[in-house]
């Protein structure tokens, strides 16, 4: 399972729990400028009893896609702010190239080694950024790609490898709520792209990248109270 | 282009230079037992001019996927010696999880934040070892996969992203003879599984595996010298 530690993934591990799988979690330290989501993953994957998480370092990637996206240390390109999220057709900065497809590859290799034969992942093609491997017919075409690419697809039945996506059809409220259901602690998911550390060390969202914008609407469609803290937020508040 | 510094993906370098690409070459180190063809990729990658060469640290796979595995170090199994390459429909336990599902991934990753449109690998699926990920059925299924998977999927053409197989439909002793037209030095490349270190830091070739008995046929039937260093070999032959 790809695990960021953003509200999704979380979810993700959440239902997968619930319906009772064993969870292999995997997070990646890419350069991304919200790698304090990775501490939240750990704490996520002992919450849930994962069976085991591991973190890869991935930090050679940064530098040769930072031209090409805002989401990386280094990158000159800087996370856009109080963008109307709802712009259709246009792709995001934000978007990493190929990250999907990369980060489900590794999951892959793990999966065969392990005997495992589902990959999860929190993509969600409906309140979402518009990225290309968030989509539908992206999932489709890797699980096809990943029965070809291993030993099932030669021994065994072509469907062997699935691609689990339980919250590709939700919208951001239903899947909190669901994670409500559930008893995920949002409060300690990350999902700003651009946050800083509080002084305690736990991470404050921006408030305005199209990640925060998507996740403080789900809140408040959803009816919950919205857990995220803040830059700005007075400490009085918390 | 993924240059692992084998005989295959050295001689791709060789056709692409020769096409009039240029090249940005990728390697991986993934703890693969034949690291040292590490060094012969970047020695390739400069005598043929590419502009960009990274070796990528991906150790963090070999000890998820040695279970599953004989090529990396630190797996209990053993590289196969001496076996009959012929046989039809197994999939030799040299086999690695989603290799070439997860390098051509990366690879595109790097080739979308460079704007390049070409992957190159030198997979071939006639004088092989009968891997998953060698078939040409797993690279269309990749090819697809890629163009649903990056901006090319949403803004453009669907079939943007290209993954140039010049080997595919090659024997060894044709991949050979063409190399040797386009000036390729195998004596610097290695196809060994387990090679070990020559007193002067150069691989010796084990002889015996599956890779390695592919090589020598090849030589043999492209009625070219073999310029490989096998263990046993005199001094004095050198």
Not at 67 to 91: Q, W
Not at 112 to 132: Q, T
Request: negative net charge; glycine residues 10%.
């Amino acid at each position: 399972m790809l695990l960021s530690g953003g509200l999704d993934s979380v979810t993700v591990l959440a239902i997968a729990r619930a319906a009772g799988y064993d969870v292999h979690a995997l997070s990646f330290r890419y350069g991304q400028r919200h790698v304090i989501e990775l501490s939240c993953a750990a704490r996520q994957a002992e919450r849930f009893g994962a069976c085991a998480h591991e973190i890869v370092d991935l930090s050679h990637l940064g530098p040769l896609v930072a031209p090409a996206t805002a989401l990386v240390e280094g990158s000159t390109l800087s996370v856009p702010k109080g963008r109307d999220v709802r712009d259709e057709g246009e792709i995001p900065i934000t978007y990493v190239p190929a990250r999907n497809a990369l980060f489900l590859s590794y999951a892959l290799a793990w999966a065969e080694s392990l005997g495992a034969r589902d990959l999860w992942i929190g993509v969600n093609a409906l309140d979402y950024s518009g990225y290309p491997d968030c989509r539908p017919a992206f999932i489709e075409a890797f699980a096809a790609m990943a029965n070809l690419a291993t030993r099932v697809g030669v021994e065994g039945d072509g469907d062997a490898v699935r691609v689990q996506t339980p919250l590709i059809d939700l919208p951001k409220a239903g899947i909190i709520a669901r994670g409500v259901e559930l008893g995920v602690d949002y409060g300690d998911t990350v999902s700003c792209y651009d946050p800083v550390a509080g002084v305690d060390g736990r991470p404050l969202a921006c408030g305005a990248c199209d990640s925060c914008q998507l996740r403080r609407k789900g809140f408040e469609d959803a009816g919950v109270d919205d857990p995220t803290r803040y830059v700005g937020d007075s400490i009085a508040r918390r």
